[in-house]
């Protein structure tokens, strides 16, 4: 089942922090742009703002929702929690979502590349509106795949998120690579599982420790995976 020479059949991919950005995960991400904006307030409080704007998403959104109209849902649930002027709030948002825009045109390119060798997966804690998103960004015609734990029903580092992926491509453990920016939910999801995997980490990166397995293949661009022979 794995191709030639040793080379992985499937590429399963995270979605946020790792295909609309270079490693940076959302939360960081916005508090990044809303401190340069002005917004004066502590990360601990925007956290906690944050993870109640993300939840409140999830099966709530609709399903046709692109991306764009994500992250505005983001931007009213932080304003909302948080008692600020939703006018900066919302540039934050916009700023946030042309940075994301570029980044998965890049990623597109570079996914079509992948797949001319590659059969290709995303599995996402994500809102119920993956595919949609996958649609309008131009990432679709190069997956086979887009698992989204809201209408999966569990969340990395769950393994049943990944077999998910794993059934519809025909692909076991053994025959994938799982690439992504979160230690605990994609590369210890992947690990669990029996399944190589490629930490996406930003140079410079405040992250405490390395790989979670010593031989881990660490990129700083996502484009570093053409470097690693898969």
């Known amino acids: 089942?794995?191709?030639?020479?040793?080379r992985p059949r499937v590429l399963l991919f995270d979605f946020g922090g790792t295909l609309d950005a270079?490693?940076?995960p959302w939360k960081e991400r916005f508090y990044r742009i809303a401190c340069e904006e002005g917004l004066d307030l502590p990360q601990e409080e925007f956290d906690a703002a944050?993870?109640?704007a993300t939840d409140s998403l999830e099966g709530?959104?609709?399903?046709?929702?692109?991306?764009?109209e994500t992250v505005e849902g983001v931007v009213e649930g932080l304003a909302a929690r948080l008692a600020r002027e939703n006018t900066r709030l919302r540039k934050v948002g916009d700023?946030?979502?042309?940075?994301?825009?570029?980044?998965?045109?890049?990623?597109?390119?570079l996914l079509a590349r992948l797949r001319e060798r590659h059969a290709i997966g995303i599995v996402s804690n994500f809102y119920g509106n993956l595919q949609a998103v996958c649609d309008e960004t131009g990432l679709s015609p190069s997956?086979?795949?887009?698992?989204?734990?809201?209408?999966i029903g569990c969340k990395k580092?769950?393994?049943?998120?990944?077999?998910?992926?794993?059934?519809?491509?025909?692909?076991?453990?053994?025959?994938?690579?799982?690439i992504g920016d979160s230690l605990?939910?994609?590369?210890?999801?992947?690990?669990?599982?029996g399944m190589r995997h490629v930490w996406l980490r930003p140079e410079g990166a405040a992250v405490n420790g390395g790989p979670c397995c010593p031989r881990d293949p660490v990129i700083t661009r996502l484009s570093g995976l053409l470097e690693l022979s898969l």
Do not use: H, N
Request: overall charge positive; glycine content about 12%.
């Open 1 to 6: 089942m794995t191709a030639t020479g040793g």
């Open 22 to 24: 270079e490693g940076v």
């Open 50 to 52: 944050f993870y109640g």
């Open 60 to 68: 709530t959104i609709s399903r046709s929702a692109g991306f764009r």
């Open 95 to 109: 700023r946030f979502a042309a940075d994301s825009w570029r980044q998965l045109l890049e990623s597109a390119k």
């Open 143 to 151: 997956i086979g795949v887009a698992i989204d734990s809201t209408l």
């Open 157 to 178: 580092p769950d393994p049943k998120i990944f077999q998910a992926a794993l059934d519809v491509l025909g692909a076991a453990p053994s025959d994938a690579v799982f």
């Open 184 to 193: 605990k939910r994609d590369m210890g999801g992947a690990r669990a599982m």
